[in-house]
Structure formats: C-alpha cells, structure tokens
T-cell receptor
Framework: DQQVKQNSPSLSVQEGRISILNCDYT??????FLWYKKYPAEGPTFLIS?????DKNEDGRFTVFLNKSAKHLSLHIVPSQPGDSAVYFCAASGGYGGSQGNLIFGKGTKLSVKP | NAGVMQNPRHLVRRRGQEARLRCSPM?????VYWYRQLPEEGLKFMVY????????ESGMPKERFSAEFPKEGPSILRIQQVVRGDSAAYFC?????????????FGNGTRLTVT
C-alpha cells in the first residue's frame, strides 16, 4: 500500500511556463515533506522541504505548497527551464516510529521542459 | 552528489555470489542510510546506521542482507547469495544530524545486476 503517491508518471511543459508537480499522501502522521530531483545515472538531489506546521515554502524558482486537510502537496517551478528536465520525487517522514532518515518516497514524475 | 561516494558504480554478479557495496559519507556526516530502487519504482529505505551502530533496519530483508558502518572506513552493504530479484540501484545517503535542517545527501548509486 503506497503511502506517498505521485499519480502523474510524466509531465511536459514549455520553457518559461509554470511546472506543477503533485503528490498525495495517506498517513496523517507525516510531519515533514521533501522534494528531490534526479537525473539519469545520478543520485537524488535535495530540492526543497516543508514542515507540516507550514503551508508554503519558497526557494527561488521553487515553491512547495502543503494542504494538510487534503493530504496533498505540490511543487511549483516558475519559470521552467530545460535544465529542470528530470524525475522529481516526493518524500515524507515522521510520525510512524521510523527514524528521521526513513523517508517514504513516491514513484516519481518525469518532467520534460521543452525549449 | 559528489560528496557521498559510492563504489563500484556498476556491479555484475552471478546468482549465488556475494555483492559488497561501499559508501563513504560526506565529510563530517556520521549518519548513513541505504536505499534501494527497483525499476520504475521509488526509493525504498533499507537501513540507517551511525558509526558502529545500526539504528533502524526496518527496511532490510530478514535474510542475506547486512550492513555495517565501522569506526574506520566506509559503510558496507553486503548481499549474500544474490538472486535475480536483488538487481536494482542501491543508493547511499548521509546527513550531518537528525534535524529537519539536515536533509539527506545521496550518492550516485551502485547498479547491481544479477545474471
């Protein structure tokens, strides 16, 4: 049973436009959420995170929104650039007795930004 | 990603052989995590170690898999008597501490192929 779901396997966006990647979770005890970006043949790279006590966190072109009542978070990239083309993973932690580094990952969304 | 060093990058083993995967954390990091990624899947937590101690092994298969992080040297993930289902990408990550300001930094992974 997947606790973190990324229902869109892929997303294609025009350069300069907004990219919106979505993530849903089922465990209301999660207290920390992260987004990682992954290029082929490389490890995931940390992008941005948000604590469950907040509903928004912004870092440059990247903004993460958290809707706790809907158990939904999204990553907005504005403006999108071709170098943003990668697989984006949503991850969650906390609240279930696991250690802090025991992250639950979604299956990822492959973003393609076209010039 | 360059901070966490994993080797080898690619490893081919025949069924029944042993696989040893090595991970050197980022400088100053004493928390090490191992994750496994099967094709078309997200990363799955396996084990969390600090120097000489296994803290959380809730994601480790009960048999054939073991991990260590000795006082000196890299962390080792050992898979005995490998089977085809062990073929996956194995990622190591490290963190400075357990605070939310200290996200996991991943290496580029070891791709294990069992023939």
């Amino acid at each position: 049973d997947q606790q973190v779901k990324q229902n869109s396997p892929s997303l294609s966006v025009q350069e300069g436009r907004i990219s919106i990647l979505n993530c849903d979770y089922t465990n209301s005890m999660f207290d920390y959420f992260l987004w990682y970006k992954k290029y082929p043949a490389e490890g995931p790279t940390f992008l941005i995170s948000i604590s469950s006590i907040k509903d928004k966190n912004e870092d440059g072109r990247f903004t993460v929104f958290l809707n706790k009542s809907a158990k939904h978070l999204s990553l907005h990239i504005v403006p999108s650039q071709p170098g943003d083309s990668a697989v984006y993973f949503c991850a969650a932690s906390g609240g279930y007795g696991g250690s802090q580094g025991n992250l639950i990952f979604g299956k990822g969304t492959k973003l393609s930004v076209k010039p | 990603n360059a901070g966490v060093m994993q080797n080898p990058r690619h490893l081919v083993r025949r069924r029944g052989q042993e696989a040893r995967l090595r991970c050197s954390p980022m400088k100053g990091h004493s928390h090490v995590y191992w994750y496994r990624q099967l094709p078309e899947e997200g990363l799955k937590f396996m084990v969390y170690l600090q120097k000489e101690n296994i803290i959380d092994e809730s994601g480790m298969p009960k048999e054939r898999f073991s991990a260590e992080f000795p006082k000196e040297g890299p962390s080792i993930l050992r898979i005995q008597q490998v089977v085809r289902g062990d073929s996956a990408a194995y990622f190591c990550a490290s963190s400075l501490d357990l605070s939310y300001n200290s996200p996991l930094h991943f290496g580029n992974g070891t791709r294990l192929t069992v023939t």
